[in-house]
């Protein structure tokens, strides 16, 4: 009953860190009133609530889309309070990749980061490509959004799960072949979207895919300057298996622990 009382408590301290956090990066009271009000439809389960606008604050304008009662909502908070998104380093940014890119908050803000850049966000799931598309629509062809999943070669792929947790991806049986979503190695995505020139930042939410990706010998690896790897421990990779992966690429690494998991942002020695 303790343990479970303190658990308890845990959750309620997160929920709330991360509501003071993600109001803390509205741009104006309209965002802070629509961000509650969605965080209420969301806790009395109110079906079919329509994705709302939010405006965050920063250099440049950016308003986004977020559907209540997804992970968009905890996004919020990780990305634009923590900055979990954000390149460790490596600038200029000229050319950067997402993978696992959801409703892509995080490249819309990247893209309002480095309005030179040319960005990628590959995504499986239609109604994430749909908002990600959504979301980027703003900032024209540099930002495109592939609907997609990486993998360690081409295949076709199911997904499972739903919205409001994690996604992963699997191979598609013959029966499922109809409705599969292409998957790609990461060579075949390099070669069909940006096959010259250095990835200056690599963004990878893939959960449970990355010990497929990330196989140690890996040639696409050494066109990546920079990058940042959302760690899931009990799906893929730990924090000490992406140290150790990304240190084997000359990548100079540093930690970041988070309740969930956190990330490992690393930068290309030299």
Not at 97 to 106: C, N, R, Y
Not at 128 to 150: H, I, K, Q, W, Y
Not at 174 to 193: F, I, W, Y
Request: charged residues 25%.
């Amino acid at each position: 009953m303790l343990f479970s009382g303190a658990s308890w408590l845990r959750r309620i301290g997160r929920a709330a860190v991360g509501l003071a956090g993600s109001l803390r990066v509205m741009a104006d009271w309209q965002s802070r009133r629509r961000l509650l009000t969605a965080k209420l439809s969301a806790r009395l389960g109110r079906d079919g609530v329509d994705p709302v606008a939010l405006r965050i604050r920063g250099p440049a304008a950016l308003e986004v889309f977020v559907r209540p009662g997804t992970s968009d909502m905890g996004i919020l908070y990780e990305h634009f309070a923590r900055g979990a998104h954000l390149p460790p380093g490596a600038e200029p940014m000229r050319q950067i990749i997402e993978l696992g890119t959801g409703s892509e908050l995080a490249l819309a803000d990247l893209a309002r980061r480095y309005p030179g850049a040319r960005l990628l966000g590959v995504e499986p799931d239609r109604e994430n490509a749909e908002m990600a598309r959504l979301n980027t629509e703003p900032f024209g062809d540099p930002c495109s959004v592939l609907e997609a999943a990486v993998w360690d070669v081409d295949a076709d792929l199911v997904i499972e799960g739903q919205l409001t947790g994690l996604l992963v991806v699997r191979p598609a049986s013959e029966d499922e072949r109809g409705s599969a979503v292409r998957g790609l190695s990461m060579e075949g995505l390099l070669s069909e979207q940006m096959p010259h020139d250095p990835i200056d930042f690599l963004h990878v939410d893939i959960a449970g895919v990355e010990p497929r990706v990330f196989t140690p010998g890996v040639r696409w690896m050494q066109r990546m300057r920079s990058i940042t790897i959302q760690v899931y421990p009990d799906r893929g990779l730990t924090q000490d298996q992406c140290v150790e992966l990304l240190h084997g690429y000359g990548f100079v690494t540093r930690p970041d622990v988070a309740w969930w998991g956190g990330q490992v942002f690393g930068v290309r020695d030299g």
